[in-house]
């Protein structure tokens, strides 16, 4: 049974064992530290409880791992806490076990949720993830014991989720695992619980990008120039009920800041909120650039073509925003314009237009890329541009054929701006 004072000094110089090993504090009994293989640190406590006779066996209790907000000042502090509480009858093991016992599944994700995501993602993602939890996970297994719930009921919940939507499926067991290996971590299920959202398989996901070419973005050029001058023809949709139809109205047009923003999106390879949610002050028109304090990747620049200038240049300033939505009288009367919320109605309108229905707005964003990659820019150059956290997400257009990052995203957006004007040249 090996010994030692245990204090941060001694810690950090303990060698990785070959084996879990025990270290006990020579100045308070009871009190010890854990070593595994790994070279995991976790302090924990030792005790009889009741009466603490010899014939009653010993409790192990596990209060924190060695980390730089809990080191062994802190940990022998809450050991001769619990040891105290010991001594007047209290059995902390007996009591975390029943804890861990009564924990359901909506506590675990209720703690994963405020502790972890909430604090260390983007409050998009929290919603996501709670729109997961309420729609699906908690009706089929949030009432229940958390360490009861098996690999065949995520399996089960998984099979119903994916009979109708197989990606948010994959994403639901993926949001079970990181959830209970959480609680595991902190105390809420036993460390050793087998995580029950491991192992399950899961769907095969085919990617979703859409590359446009020269002649379809070409199309998408002459659907927003005519949005803005004589407007789109107007139609009935077939396929939705129309109650009032206006037949005095034969042609809609689009809302300038919209088409800014599509070009915008077109000619950056910016994200959608990137640039809805985008501040004047955030655009360096001298340097050419945008200077985004928050964004998926976090704060992170977007250099600028020409064309991308010219259409910041242009576009008159209402608030703070870059793209405005409808303005709102404020507290003093004049009009307060909060961001735009998205582009759903303009987009449909262009895209129908244009031929090219069903196609998204984030497959701006590839087509952005793909002229990059097929330019010859190489990878890291365009995962630069498109603010790429990993290497792995730029792979995918690698089947395509300080200073290079500027003439890489000139020559893109000049590659898409002069495509955006084919039609029109050929014309």
Do not use: C
Request: aromatic share 4%; charged share 25%; hydrophobic share 40%.
């Amino acid at each position: 049974m090996p010994t030692l004072l245990i204090d941060r000094t001694t810690v950090a110089a303990l060698p990785v064992p070959e084996r879990t090993t025990v270290y006990y504090d020579t100045k308070l009994p009871g009190f010890g530290l854990r070593v595994t293989a790994s070279g995991v640190r976790t302090y924990i406590v030792e005790y009889r409880p009741g009466a603490g006779g010899r014939q009653t066996n010993k409790r192990r209790i596990s209060i924190g791992r060695d980390s730089p907000a809990f080191r062994a000042d802190a940990a022998r502090k809450r050991a001769t806490d619990e040891l105290a509480r010991v001594r007047l009858g209290a059995d902390p093991g007996a009591a975390r076990a029943e804890r861990r016992r009564a924990a359901t599944v909506s506590d675990v994700l209720d703690a994963y949720l405020s502790e972890r995501i909430a604090v260390t993602r983007k409050a998009s993602t929290h919603s996501i993830f709670e729109g997961h939890i309420r729609n699906w996970i908690r009706p089929e297994l949030g009432t229940r014991i958390a360490v009861e719930v098996t690999r065949a009921d995520v399996a089960k919940l998984h099979k119903k989720v994916g009979a109708t939507k197989k990606v948010t499926a994959n994403r639901i067991v993926a949001l079970l695992h990181a959830a209970f290996a959480y609680a595991s971590k902190h105390d809420l299920i036993p460390e050793d619980h087998r995580n029950p959202a491991h192992g399950v398989d899961r769907f095969t996901e085919t990617g979703r990008e859409r590359f446009l070419s020269s002649e379809e973005i070409g199309r998408l050029g002459d659907s927003m120039r005519l949005a803005e001058t004589s407007g789109l023809p107007w139609s009935i949709d077939p396929t939705k009920k129309t109650r009032h139809v206006n037949t005095s109205v034969s042609a809609t047009k689009v809302d300038p800041f919209a088409l800014a923003a599509i070009r915008l999106l077109m000619l950056t390879g910016a994200r959608l909120r990137e640039i809805l949610n985008l501040t004047w002050s955030e655009v360096d028109l001298e340097r050419g650039a945008l200077h985004l304090r928050d964004s998926k990747t976090g704060s992170k620049a977007i250099l600028l073509g020409p064309a991308a200038l010219e259409i910041l240049r242009n576009l008159p300033r209402l608030g703070k925003h870059v793209i405005p939505g409808r303005g709102t009288p404020g507290e003093t009367g004049n009009l307060v314009y909060l961001p735009r919320r998205d582009l759903k109605k303009p987009w449909a309108a262009i895209t129908v237009h244009a031929g090219l229905p069903g196609l998204r707005i984030h497959d701006l964003r590839h087509s952005f890329a793909s002229f990059g990659a097929a330019s010859g820019l190489g990878l890291q150059v365009v995962g630069k541009l498109l603010g790429h956290a990993n290497p792995s997400t730029t792979a995918r257009y690698s089947h395509l054929a300080d200073d290079p990052l500027r003439r890489a995203s000139d020559a893109i957006s000049g590659s898409i701006a002069a495509a955006m004007a084919l039609q029109a040249d050929v014309g």
